[in-house]
C-alpha cells in the first residue's frame, strides 16, 4: 500500500479529491448538494436571522458527512469482501440508515426555519390558486390535454396501463395533492399541503427511478392530474 505525502497542501488535495470522487459517483450525494445550494438561496431572500442559518449549515453538513461516512463504508466493505456477508449488509444498511436519519433531521430544520418566514406568502398563493376563475383553470386544462395528446401521438410510446404519456401515478398523486389541499381547514393548510406535495412527488420519483416513465412523462402527468382536480373543485 502506498504512502501518503504528509505535506498539509496534499492533505487537501485528497480532501478534495475524496469529495469530487463521491460527487461524480453518488447520484444521492448530488441530490444533497443542489438541495444544499437551494436551500442557502432560499435562505438569503427568507431573511433568516444568524442562529438560524448556523442551524442551517449544521443541518446540511451533517446529511453531506454521513453519506460520504457512508459511501467510505460501501467502499471498503466492497474491497474486503467477495462474497455475499451478512455482517457486511448490515453495515451497509446501518451506514444508509445514518444518512437517513440526517436527512430526516435536514428536514425537520429546514421546516421549523422556513415555515414560519413562508407559510403566510404561500398560503396566500396557494388561496389565488384555489380561487382562480374557473375558466382560466379548464383552459389550462384543455391545453394540458392536447399537449399531452400531441406528445403521446408524436412518440407513440406506452401502453394504456404501463409507460408512455403521461403518467397515470403521477395524475393521481398530484391530484391527491390538490385534493388535499382543497379540503385541508386554513390553519393547518400549508403543513398538510406540503406534507402532501412531498408524497407527490415521491410518487412521481420512483416512477423515474422504476424506468416505467421519463421525467417528461411524469411532469406532464402530474400537471394534468393536479389541473384536472382543480377543475372539479371549483365547478362542483
Not at 145 to 153: D, E, F, N, S
Not at 179 to 193: D, E, K, N, Q, W
Amino acid at each position: 500500500m502506498s504512502q501518503r505525502s504528509g505535506s498539509l497542501l496534499d492533505s487537501f488535495n485528497y480532501a478534495f479529491e475524496g469529495i469530487i470522487h463521491v460527487l461524480r459517483t453518488q447520484r444521492n450525494m448530488r441530490i444533497h448538494f443542489v438541495v444544499a445550494v437551494c436551500v442557502l438561496v432560499a435562505a438569503i431572500f427568507a431573511d433568516v436571522t444568524k442562529l438560524e442559518l448556523i442551524s442551517l449549515l449544521l443541518a446540511i453538513a451533517f446529511v453531506l458527512i454521513a453519506e460520504m461516512i457512508n459511501t467510505a463504508i460501501e467502499g471498503a466493505i466492497d474491497v474486503a469482501t467477495t462474497t455475499f456477508d451478512p455482517m457486511a449488509k448490515l453495515a451497509k444498511d446501518i451506514a444508509a440508515g445514518a444518512v437517513l436519519i440526517a436527512a430526516i433531521n435536514a428536514v425537520a430544520v429546514g421546516y421549523l426555519v422556513f415555515s414560519g418566514k413562508t407559510a403566510t406568502k404561500s398560503a396566500r398563493l396557494v388561496d389565488k390558486v384555489l380561487n382562480a376563475p374557473a375558466k382560466l383553470t379548464i383552459v389550462a386544462l384543455v391545453v394540458t390535454v392536447i399537449v399531452v395528446l400531441g406528445v403521446k401521438a408524436w412518440t407513440g410510446k406506452g401502453t394504456p396501463f404501463r409507460g408512455g404519456l403521461p403518467s397515470g401515478h403521477a395524475a393521481l398523486a398530484f391530484g391527491a395533492w390538490i385534493a388535499i389541499t382543497y379540503i385541508a381547514g386554513p390553519s393547518h393548510r400549508f403543513l398538510v399541503s406540503t406534507l402532501a406535495f412531498i408524497l407527490a412527488l415521491l410518487v412521481a420519483q420512483t416512477r423515474v427511478e422504476s424506468g416505467v416513465h421519463s421525467s417528461l412523462e411524469v411532469a406532464l402527468g402530474g400537471l394534468l392530474g393536479a389541473l384536472m382536480t382543480l377543475a372539479l373543485f371549483q365547478l362542483a
